[in-house]
């Protein structure tokens, strides 16, 4: 599977993981100190929805377009108005144009004294997310492996914070990558929290992480998982997930208000459904 971030900007995988990037920084904004946002894959920042690769596939409208195109219950509205917040920043003029990647989501977020570090790996993203962001001093740009960087700047000064990993899963030991990964970061920085993106394709993947994550000795992982049908290895995605480490204790609840709500207004046919999961206790 090709998940580069162009061809796949607000789709429903995008909605659930920016739901959650927007709960957990303003979990994180309840106390005053500053913290770190890392982004392993950050991708571009910002996408064009009338770019040929979103054009191409089109998959914002089953996703924040639906969202924006449907009438939301005021205590949902609350939950999702930090993410939406930014959607409506960047489109001034109420025509979706534009759609904020995680770096964006995270930026516009941010207070005056936190920090946001973003990793990209192929070169024309980089170059265009090293543009972005150029003469901002809260925001570093590094062209790097995302599992590389992961080694080499955790913890963060700031000992608070996360780290969203969201990479694009084009080669088949990508998760083995990403468990390895995370599990040394953590062993570095046991105190952080760390959100994974995945799609839900490969269940025995899926499964094999969490095992080592429970075999490595990590705590409190929480599972979040939307399905707008039943998707397999060979069909387009129509699920994705997020493993969570060290989640804030309210997280699952807001995602049980939230996830059912998007079932309907996102489902696509038979095996739509939403999980929270708490798979190892704290």
């Known amino acids: 599977m090709n998940y580069r971030h162009a061809y796949h900007a607000g789709n429903i995988g995008d909605v659930l993981k920016h739901v959650v990037l927007a709960r957990l920084i303003v979990y994180f904004q309840r106390k005053d100190k500053a913290f770190r946002v890392f982004d392993t894959h950050a991708g571009i920042g910002e996408y064009d929805l009338a770019s040929e690769e979103t ?47 995680s770096p964006s989501v995270a930026r516009n977020l941010m207070r005056k004294n936190d920090r946001l570090t973003l990793t990209e790996l192929h070169p024309a993203d980089f170059e265009v997310l090293s543009g972005l962001y150029a003469g901002d001093h809260q925001v570093k740009t590094i062209h790097l492996d995302g599992w590389l960087a992961m080694g080499s700047f955790l913890p963060p000064k700031e000992k608070r914070g996360l ?50 994550f429970e075999n490595a000795g990590l705590r409190d992982v929480l599972k979040l998982e939307l399905n707008v049908g039943k998707s397999g290895p060979d069909t387009r995605m129509l699920g994705s997930a997020m493993t969570l480490i060290n989640p804030p204790y309210t997280l699952a609840d807001e995602m049980r208000e939230i996830l059912p709500w998007l079932c309907e207004i996102l489902h696509q046919g038979p095996g739509t459904n939403w999980e929270v999961t708490q798979l190892i206790s704290d």
Not at 56 to 68: A, S, Y
Not at 180 to 205: C, M
């Open 163 to 212: 780290v969203l990993i969201d990479p694009a899963y084009e080669v088949t030991d990508e998760f083995d990558r990403m468990t390895e990964a995370v599990i040394k970061g953590w062993k570095k920085w046991s105190g952080g929290t760390y959100a994974l993106w995945y799609p839900v394709k490969d269940t025995r993947a899926i499964r094999r992480m969490h095992e080592a």
């Open 55 to 101: 054009q191409k596939t089109g998959e914002w409208q089953q996703g924040v377009g639906k969202v924006l195109g449907t009438r939301c219950p005021d205590p949902i509205a609350a939950l999702l108005e930090p993410w939406l917040s930014v959607v409506h920043k960047l489109n001034p003029d109420g025509v979706l144009k534009v759609y904020p990647g």
